[in-house]
């Protein structure tokens, strides 16, 4: 297959994108103070625009000096898009460079369990998850224009509650 053909426009540097978007900057705060951490500002590192031909795949990847990634869907048909899907962290050995253990699977398959889970992407909507899941998709686009505007996010402030912090910078 081919690697999803993503001509790199980058948004981040345009204030006025940031300043637009303060509706996904407040999802975004919400998401990782669901999973139990402080935040209570966020910047967008990067962004850009991944246009999927027919054809297209997206190797399995992380997301290297970013908190949460996400993935606002632009154009998206279920039909002839492939969703995007994400190798669970507890089964997958990737990238593990520390002892690995895994368990062996029940007869019940859940989605805690598969190796790889695939999420329903849904046009119009943004995913949000943490930078350091592989993700990606194997399955090659069936159609043309697969068109999501994918990017990386970082809390402002960066602590671990005591006494070592930083803040990144827009």
């Not at 951490?37 to 991944?50: F, G, H, K, P, S």
């Not at 686009?141 to 402030?157: A, C, E, H, Q, T």
Request: with cysteine; proline share 4%; glycine share 6%.
């Amino acid at each position: 297959g081919e690697k999803c053909n993503c001509e790199p426009y980058y948004f981040y540097n345009d204030y006025s994108y940031q300043k637009r978007n303060s509706q996904c900057g407040m999802y975004a705060i919400h998401f990782i103070n669901s999973m139990g951490y402080v935040c209570e500002e966020i910047v967008i590192t990067d962004a850009w625009l991944n246009i999927g031909a027919k054809g297209a795949v997206l190797p399995h990847h992380v997301h290297a000096n970013s908190y949460i990634s996400g993935t606002y869907y632009v154009n998206f048909d279920p039909k002839l898009h492939t969703n995007l899907s994400f190798c669970n962290d507890r089964l997958s050995i990737e990238g593990k460079t520390s002892p690995f253990f895994s368990l062996p699977n029940s007869k019940n398959q859940t989605d805690y369990n598969q190796r790889i889970f695939s999420v329903k992407c849904i046009e119009s909507q943004v995913l949000f998850w943490r930078s350091n899941l592989l993700h990606g998709f194997q399955q090659p686009n069936i159609g043309d224009n697969r068109i999501s505007l994918s990017f990386n996010i970082m809390p402002k402030v960066c602590s671990d509650g005591n006494i070592y912090s930083f803040t990144v910078s827009e």
